[in-house]
T-cell receptor
Framework: KAGVTQTPRYLIKTRGQQVTLSCSPI?????VSWYQQTPGQGLQFLFE???????NKGNFPGRFSGRQFSNSRSEMNVSTLELGDSALYLC?????????????FGPGTRLLVL | QKEVEQNSGPLSVPEGAIASLNCTYS??????FFWYRQYSGKSPELIMF????GDKEDGRFTAQLNKASQYVSLLIRDSQPSDSATYLC???????????FGKGITLSVRP
């Protein structure tokens, strides 16, 4: 099976702009979670989508939003970018491994906000 | 706030030694526990998970869970330089719940 894919891999934006990141889960996986990773805060949960519905949400401002399509592909959007949004954005799709729901990460999108 | 804490590190061990990585969690309702490895510039990859008290072994890796004391650990036997990475502990409170990650500990294995 192909792994989780994310596009684009790298992105440079300026403050105030918006950005859309895309994630394609492993075939058959219906859950997609998004995380922000920074050196200071580590890996922080943004939100999770399952069957096109947001199932869980982290503590991020409303500038961060997401959606999931019927084919389980997911996008996240960040509006009005701030310098502090510079980070590695990871998505993970969830599937069964030995009876345990397990998350598999994509390669990430590295976002730099100038 | 539900937290997952890992030793601040970094941890340095000689090649062939046992590396012991520890993690504590605050939510007593936590049910599943995961260890991920992340090489510099790469994304996290799952090493193993555990959900029952006791030890679980997979090759050179052993995960240990003690729910009463709210800690989970990862032992790496016969450490190799290729094990040098950041190790992330993650906790879930059950099906359909999110994963909460610790900040990770960086392991360096000296040849």
């Amino acid at each position: 099976k192909a792994g989780v894919t994310q596009t684009p891999r790298y992105l440079i934006k300026t403050r105030g702009q918006q950005v859309t990141l895309s994630c394609s889960p492993i075939s058959g996986h219906r859950s997609v979670s998004w995380y922000q990773q920074t050196p200071g805060q580590g890996l922080q949960f943004l939100f999770e989508y399952f069957s096109e519905t947001q199932r869980n949400k982290g503590n991020f401002p409303g500038r961060f939003s997401g959606r999931q399509f019927s084919n389980s592909r997911s996008e996240m959007n960040v509006s009005t970018l701030e310098l502090g949004d510079s980070a590695l954005y990871l998505c993970a799709s969830e599937g069964d491994k030995g009876g345990q729901e397990t998350q598999y990460f994509g390669p990430g999108t590295r976002l730099l906000v100038l | 706030q539900k937290e997952v804490e890992q030793n601040s590190g970094p941890l340095s061990v000689p090649e062939g030694a046992i590396a012991s990585l520890n993690c504590t969690y605050s939510d007593r309702g936590s049910q599943s526990f995961f260890w991920y490895r992340q090489y510099s510039g790469k994304s996290p990859e799952l090493i193993m998970f555990i959900y029952s008290n006791g030890d679980k072994e997979d090759g050179r890796f052993t995960a240990q869970l003690n729910k009463a004391s709210q800690y989970v650990s990862l032992l790496i036997r016969d450490s190799q330089p290729s094990d040098s990475a950041t190790y992330l502990c993650a906790v879930s409170t059950g099906a359909n719940s999110k994963l909460t990650f610790g900040k990770g500990i960086t392991l360096s294995v000296r040849p």
